[in-house]
């Protein structure tokens, strides 16, 4: 039976000094459970207000969740039970945010039609809104099958709204601890999760201090660097940073902790506790405390040794082949006896200086030359003693013209000569120079060809055969005039 209060003794001093103690009772006692606190505020509001029935919901989504009850094993409805918001006698403490008393439903012809008292016949009813972090979370609410023609006293609609106060900070408290609960449990299995990936990753982790300390070190690390985990905490990663890449590492570091940057990667070498030198890739990145003061590096670092040394292999065949390429394009260009521009490439000099000829408007002249009676001089001392004096023509040409002409062999004992300028005097200073020349079997003479391309002629006004034709007739007539010759082309 529930202890029955004297409604006319509600107002008494005992009487509110007997609701504060229990007040204060269920508010101070340590309850091993919300559910034993649930039904603490239930047994002990019920008794003191004289009820049958109590009851605390949960309100989410307009539905009525029975999160506790007692008394009502007649109505069958147990904690757990959900209803429709509208179908309750709380959808008005809902609706109007405040506490509700109903006295003699039955009696009422709009309240006696309501779903709860055609179902269950409770005619009397208090209930206030538990309010949890300013927000309606449910109701404690208290009901009777027996009217209460007197209605409700002030004293005990007070008592029950400071008990609804009171419970909407047990619930509150109660769901921070289960936050609580619920992100150490997620904490948790981060960290293991975290621990897991950490340890078992292929490439190397370091979690490191501000300082450099390594505070955590993975089994792929102490691979890449030659230590056991507990050598490597025994020191910080300067010590095993090649000095040629420390302070390099150092600034980037510093970068991080002033906020300049985020994070950074660089290419690095460790030095091994073996002493040999190994290439690292390492990325950091920085983990903060909620004030912003730094707690720990994450480092990230991956053996890229085998990729260097493949890299500068790669770089030196590159290289080698450049070398390679860049000789044979030498060789192409150039005749293999004389050292001289070969035909070929004197042909595509040749085009270029008639292309700045014509976009200068400067003067060119052509030079082609021959050896005097070369054959003879072949036949007389053979033909080692010809590819001698053909070298030593070449080199007496290109000392004599140094960096006025473009010299080249043409073919045979015939050479070309390309001048920036009219060439009559160098042409005579060059046949002069090879008749003085010494050391041979006998002397040599050359005959020379000039061809001219006058200033101020377009590119279009002398084609390339036009002036070889020209310098061709001009050696043709000087070697026709008795040898030893500089003839000039008319036009």
Same mark, same amino acid.
């Given at each position: ?19 504060l ?43 009525f ?131 897991t ?36 905490l ?15 590492d ?49 480092s990230?670092?991956q ?5 260097k040394?493949? $890299?500068?292999? %790669?770089?030196? #065949? ?9 000789? !044979?394009? &030498?060789? +192409? =260009? @150039?005749?293999? $006896?004389?050292? %001289?521009?070969? #035909? ?5 000099q040749?085009?270029?200086? !008639?292309? &700045?000829? +014509? =976009? @200068?408007?400067?003067?060119?002249? %052509? ?17 080692? =003693? ?53 050391d041979?079997?006998?002397p ?48």
């Open positions: 039976m529930v202890k029955q209060v004297n409604p006319d003794a509600e107002d008494r001093p005992g009487v509110q000094a007997m609701r103690r229990e007040l204060h009772r269920v508010l101070v006692t340590a309850h091993a459970a919300p559910d034993i606190a649930y039904a603490d505020f239930i047994d002990t509001g019920r008794r003191i207000l004289g009820m049958e029935i109590g009851l605390i919901s949960r309100i989410a989504d307009n539905r969740h029975v999160l506790a009850i007692s008394g009502g094993e007649a109505t069958g409805i147990r904690p757990g039970d959900i209803f429709p918001l509208s179908d309750t006698y709380c959808a008005e403490v809902i609706a109007s945010a405040s506490s509700v008393t109903l006295n003699r439903v039955g009696l009422d012809r709009v309240m006696c039609l309501h779903p709860v008292y055609r179902r269950f016949g409770l005619e009397s009813y208090i209930a206030a809104p538990v309010w949890v972090k300013e927000r309606i979370y449910g109701t404690l609410a208290f009901m009777d099958a027996r009217p209460r023609p007197e209605g409700f006293g002030s004293g005990e609609v007070e008592f029950l709204e400071m008990m609804a106060t009171a419970l909407g900070r047990v619930v509150e408290r109660d769901l921070a601890e289960r936050d609580r609960l619920l992100a150490e449990k997620r904490l948790d299995t981060a960290a293991r999760l975290f621990g990936a950490f340890d078992q990753a292929p490439i190397g982790m370091a979690l490191v201090a501000p300082d450099g300390r390594f505070l955590k070190v993975n089994r792929a690390l102490c691979r890449i660097c030659g230590y056991d985990e507990t050598e490597l025994a020191i910080d990663f300067q010590q095993i940073t090649d000095p040629d890449h420390l302070q390099s150092l600034a980037l570091l510093q970068a991080v902790l002033r906020g300049e940057r985020a994070d950074y990667r660089i290419e690095k070498r460790y030095i091994r506790k073996d002493g040999r030198r190994v290439w690292v890739e390492l990325s950091v990145s920085l983990v903060r405390d909620d004030d912003g003061a730094p707690l720990y590096f994450v990230q670092i053996d890229i040794d085998n990729k040394a493949l $890299l500068a292999e %790669l770089e030196r #065949r590159q290289t080698e082949v450049e070398q390679a390429n860049h000789r !044979l394009e &030498r060789l +192409a =260009a @150039t005749d293999p $006896l004389t050292g %001289l521009a070969n #035909r070929r490439a004197f042909m595509a040749f085009e270029s200086a !008639l292309d &700045r000829h +014509a =976009a @200068t408007g400067r003067s060119l002249c %052509l030079l082609l030359i021959d050896i005097d009676h070369f054959k003879a001089f072949n036949d007389r001392f053979g033909h080692p =003693a010809g590819d001698t004096a053909l070298s030593r023509v070449a080199a007496a040409m290109t000392g004599s013209l140094g960096e006025n002409g473009i010299v080249a062999r043409h073919g045979g004992e015939e050479f070309a000569v390309l001048l920036p300028e009219a060439g009559y005097a160098l042409a005579e200073r060059l046949r002069c120079d090879i008749a003085r020349l010494r041979l079997p006998a040599v003479t050359i005959s020379i060809g000039l061809g001219p391309c006058p200033p101020g002629s377009g590119r279009d006004d002398i084609a390339r055969a036009e002036l070889i034709a020209l310098a061709d007739r001009a050696l043709y007539a000087a070697k026709a005039a008795g040898r030893n010759r500089v003839v000039t082309a008319r036009r």
